[in-house]
């Protein structure tokens, strides 16, 4: 069954810092999503794209972030200069417009 | 702002023993999807069930059952026969009315523990 991907797993970077997480969502999906879950907290939502661009962001997708589909697979999202409190679990979903989006196993930030 | 709440924080059941997880929501809308995923300790987010708003049958997908309200804008969550495996942390979601970029809103969850 195919399934959507991320890489790394866990990220450990210094505050200040710029990181880059990547996802391979399904290859015949349309849209693609970021999610944010600070450790003990519910699910955020932060970015969609859709057609190689942004549909819609929420309050947290300040300047700080920023998405990119560089190549047919790859979505990646970066975030230029880290803080303590983006130290979450942030989840690629993708989504083929069958009202049911298929998450990745998430890659777990920390910010020191 | 479409809004979904659940009220339980934390929940437990006895091993083979049935229990309910409850959802409520905020929509104007007439048509959409609700779902129920699962986020074990390894924090992957697992599809459970899901709803779609215009039929009145309730969802079933083998031990998971969902009693859909819709005009009290409930969607609570049933798991019969209880397993350990079943033990995580599970959220009620749905996508707001009228984006259509498929978003989630999610709730807040509740944490399952299921005793031997």
């Known amino acids: 069954e195919p399934e959507v991907t991320q890489t790394p797993s866990h990220q450990v970077t210094q505050m200040g810092q710029e990181v880059i997480l990547r996802c391979v969502p399904i290859?015949?999906?349309?849209?693609f999503y970021w999610y944010r879950q600070i450790l003990g907290q519910k699910v955020e939502f932060l970015v969609s794209?859709?057609?190689?661009?942004?549909?819609?962001k929420s309050e947290i997708f300040d300047d700080q972030f920023s998405v990119e589909r560089p190549d047919g697979s790859n979505f990646t999202l970066k975030i230029r200069s880290t803080k303590l409190e983006d130290s979450a679990m942030y989840f690629c979903?993708?989504?083929?417009?069958?009202?049911?989006?298929?998450f990745g196993p998430g890659t777990r930030l920390t910010v020191t | 702002a479409q809004t979904v709440t659940q009220s339980q924080p934390e929940m437990s059941v006895q091993e083979a023993e049935t229990v309910t997880l409850s959802c409520t929501y905020d929509?104007?809308?007439?048509?959409?999807?609700l779902f129920w995923y699962k986020q074990p300790p390894s924090r992957q987010m697992i599809l459970v069930i899901r709803?779609?708003?215009?039929?009145?049958q309730n969802a079933t997908e083998n031990r998971f059952s969902v009693n859909f309200q819709k005009a009290a804008k409930s969607f609570s969550l049933k798991i019969s026969d209880s397993q350990l495996g079943d033990a995580a942390m599970y959220f009620c979601?749905?996508?707001?009315?009228?984006?259509?970029?498929?978003?989630?809103?999610f709730g807040q969850g509740t944490t399952l523990q299921v005793k031997p």
């Open positions: 290859s015949n999906h349309l849209y």
């Open positions: 979903a993708s989504y083929r417009g069958l009202n049911e989006q298929y």
């Open positions: 979601a749905s996508p707001p009315g009228r984006s259509n970029t498929g978003k989630l809103i």
């Open positions: 929509t104007s809308e007439s048509d959409y999807y």
């Open positions: 794209f859709y057609n190689n661009e942004i549909s819609e």
């Open positions: 709803q779609e708003a215009y039929k009145q």
